[in-house]
Nanobody
Framework: QVQLVESGGGLVQPGGSLRLSCAASGRTFSSFSMGWFRQAPGKERAFVASISWGGTSTNYADSVKGRFTISRDNAKNTMYLQMNSLKPEDTAVYYC???????????????WGQGTQVAVSS
């Protein structure tokens, strides 16, 4: 069992930056592959990025490549998503996800956070 709590969302202008955090508690953090998903209004939840157990392997959706960076600090039981050059189409609720399998677009996720709202608007 692991509990996930996201933070860092908010309102930002186009071109701006935000850093999301996902704090984990419970079971050993390093035993989970982690990821970020997002759900925009009227759309299904979609994969954003993922990171392997030790942080050596990452994967990104094409829409965020070159703008977003996923990272993790296993000593702090925390995962991050640095979001730069934000666009209005990045507006969504962002969810932290954990799985004992490598997180990807179609992975069955074992644990979800409650979500944090990101709004990109002028």
């Amino acid at each position: 069992q692991v509990q996930l709590v996201e933070s860092g969302g908010g309102l930002v202008q186009p071109g701006g930056s935000l850093r999301l955090s996902c704090a984990a508690s419970g079971r050993t953090f390093s035993s989970f592959s982690m990821g970020w998903f997002r759900q925009a209004p009227g759309k299904e939840r979609a994969f954003v990025a993922s990171i392997s157990w030790g942080g050596t392997s990452t994967n990104y959706a094409d829409s965020v490549k070159g703008r977003f960076t996923i990272s993790r600090d296993n000593a702090k039981n925390t995962m991050y998503l640095q979001m730069n050059s934000l666009k209005p189409e990045d507006t969504a609720v962002y969810y932290c996800a954990a799985s004992t399998r490598l997180v990807g677009p179609t992975t069955q996720i074992g644990y979800w956070g409650q979500g944090t709202q990101v709004a990109v608007s002028s």
